[in-house]
């Protein structure tokens, strides 16, 4: 099994910055694509950010510019840097991880807990 542990998240003013952050741990023989998707009060969730073993990101279109994700192969850890936070970015934000858990095995997508974000304008 894979835990995926979330933190960073709070509550600040528009304009303002937070960092999320996820750690990966358990059964893991290597990471493959690692994101951040989030859920606001009434909607779906959505993608926010990925990015591959590769280093390739991907961004939704309404945080390009402002968001930055990246990560830490050696610390299992995937980030998200949140620049010029805007009320519509309030949301649970979810870490992911698509993990291959052994030499032979085949790989298994993972779900954080989820964080907390609050802007308020």
């Known amino acids: 099994q894979v835990q995926l542990a979330e933190s960073g998240g709070g509550s600040v003013q528009a304009g303002g910055s937070l960092r999320l952050s996820c750690a990966a741990s358990?059964?893991?023989?290597?990471?493959?694509?690692m994101g951040w998707y989030r859920r606001a009060p009434g909607n779906q969730r959505e993608l926010v950010a990925t990015?591959?073993?590769?280093?390739?990101?991907n961004y939704a279109d309404s945080v390009k510019g402002r968001f930055t994700i990246s990560r830490d192969n050696a610390k299992n850890t995937v980030y998200l840097q949140m620049n010029n936070l805007k009320p519509e970015d309030t949301a649970v934000y979810y870490c992911?991880?698509?993990?291959?858990?052994?030499?032979?095995?085949?790989?298994?997508?993972?779900w954080g807990q989820g964080t907390q974000v609050a802007v308020a304008s």
């Open positions: 358990g059964s893991i023989f290597s990471i493959n694509t």
């Open positions: 990015v591959t073993s590769g280093d390739s990101t």
């Open positions: 992911t991880a698509d993990v291959v858990n052994s030499r032979w095995g085949s790989s298994n997508y993972y």
